[in-house]
Each structure stands twice: as C-alpha cells, then as structure tokens.
C-alpha cells in the first residue's frame, strides 16, 4: 500500500522560509512523478510544482516561480519543497501526491492524474 506522510510546515513570519518534506512508503519513489499541491482557505486546490520521475523535469504555480523549488532523493523515497520568500498568500494546507506516469519525463499538473495524495501539512504565513 502507498503511503505518503507530509511533515515540515508550520506558522513562519512573511519573508521566512519552510522546507516541507514527503516521505513515501510501498512502492520505489522513482516509480513516481511528483507534485505538491496546496489549498488556501475558501479556495479550491492547486497545482504548486512538479517534478519528473528522473528528477530534471520541473514545473511550477507562476507565483512561486523563483521562490519554491522541487527536488527529489530517490535514495531516501522522499520529496521536498523548499519555499522561500513566504508571502502571506501562500498560507494553506499543502499536499503531496504521486503519479505513476507513461514516461520517465512526464510531469502531470491536474490534481486528477494524480493516483496518490498525503494528508498534508499546514503552512500558515504571517505579516
């Protein structure tokens, strides 16, 4: 069974960073291409950024372009986020998911192509 478990957020001062981490269990990470997703109050969920199974592939929300970044360690079965620059709309729960996609450079940015989601963390950002 495929497990992922988010941890790393929290309550951060605006212009503060975060590293948010998931950790997957029950199948190889490199069987997945990887996103994060987050949803902010009253809103509906979204893409936040995505990496490929073999890692160099990446795609990001504009508005964190150059702000976040999404890496991988297929040794340790874990993704992470780091998010730098917080602002307050970045406040939201944050979500990671798995895909088991067709190619090795695929990248979904749907929440639907995604077949495995974590219970996320929250990260709320302060003025």
């Known amino acids: 069974q495929v497990q992922l478990v988010e941890s790393g957020g929290g309550l951060v001062q605006a212009g503060g960073s975060l590293r948010l981490s998931c950790a997957t269990s029950g199948r190889t990470l490199s069987s997945f291409a990887m996103g994060w997703f987050r949803q902010g109050p009253g809103k509906e969920r979204e893409f936040v950024a995505g990496?490929?199974?073999?890692?160099?592939?990446?795609f990001y929300l504009d508005s964190v372009k150059g702000r976040f970044s999404i890496s991988r360690d297929n040794t340790k079965n874990t993704v992470y986020l780091q998010m730098n620059s917080l602002k307050n709309e970045d406040t939201a729960k944050y979500y990671c998911a798995a895909d088991v996609p067709s190619t090795l450079w695929a990248v979904a940015r749907l929440s639907s192509e995604y077949d495995y989601w974590g219970q996320g963390t929250q990260v709320t950002v302060s003025s």
């Open positions: 990496i490929s199974r073999n890692g160099p592939r990446v």
